[in-house]
């Protein structure tokens, strides 16, 4: 679903108060030794806390105790939970995207990636966000209407495709393709972007 779609799940961001769709938020429970817990899959137990997937917005809400306030009980919370949810937030990216290597779903490289945007073969572009800007207007030309995804660097978009480095994929239709768009989603509210 959509996260404009009206009828996608919501729930009320604890930091905002807004009630939006469980696309764009990220959900938390408190552990067993009270401590908040970060459940980016959604499958943990307990009762869900949901923080709109923005720095800003988990930055309040550990600042200001909110997490404790929704638990009704004194839980512990990470200071730096809003780097650690940043960092589990690539690594799942960056496996979704070698898990679409591996299924055969992705290719790298300039040419590839053109060829892939012209075919039609492709549904998403990755674009690495310090790659030379040239090169991705050129493909970024050619992506019509499909999604532009650019909040990985050179590196960690390398990594998931067992290299040093890459600056341009391109991702399948499928379920992966809406998986990574969903989650670069979220982390782009992590990571402010030029």
């Known amino acids: 679903m959509e996260p404009d779609d009206p009828k996608a799940p919501s729930r009320r961001c604890l930091a905002t108060g807004e009630s939006l769709p469980k696309a764009v938020l990220i959900r938390f429970v408190v552990g067993p030794d009270a401590t908040v817990v970060p459940d980016l899959e959604q499958r943990l137990p307990g009762r869900g806390l949901w923080v709109r997937a923005d720095r800003a917005a988990l930055d309040r809400a550990v600042a200001k105790g909110l997490f404790s306030r929704a638990?009704?009980?004194?839980?512990?919370?990470?200071?730096?939970?809003?780097?650690?949810?940043?960092?589990?937030?690539?690594?799942?990216?960056?496996?979704?995207?070698?898990?679409?290597?591996?299924?055969?779903?992705?290719?790298?490289g300039f040419e590839k990636v053109r060829d892939w945007l012209k075919t039609g073969s492709a549904a998403v572009l990755l674009a690495a966000s310090d790659g030379a800007e040239d090169g991705r207007g050129k493909l970024r030309g050619l992506t019509g209407d499909r999604p532009v995804i650019e909040v990985l660097d050179a590196s960690e978009l390398g990594e998931a495709f067992g290299r040093d480095r890459a600056v341009h994929a391109a991702i399948a239709p499928g379920g992966l393709a809406e998986k990574i768009v969903a989650d670069a989603g979220r982390l782009a509210g992590f990571r402010r972007l030029d």
């Open 71 to 108: 638990a009704r009980a004194t839980v512990r919370t990470d200071p730096e939970m809003t780097n650690r949810v940043e960092g589990l937030l690539a690594r799942r990216l960056i496996g979704l995207i070698g898990l679409a290597r591996r299924a055969g779903e992705a290719v790298t």
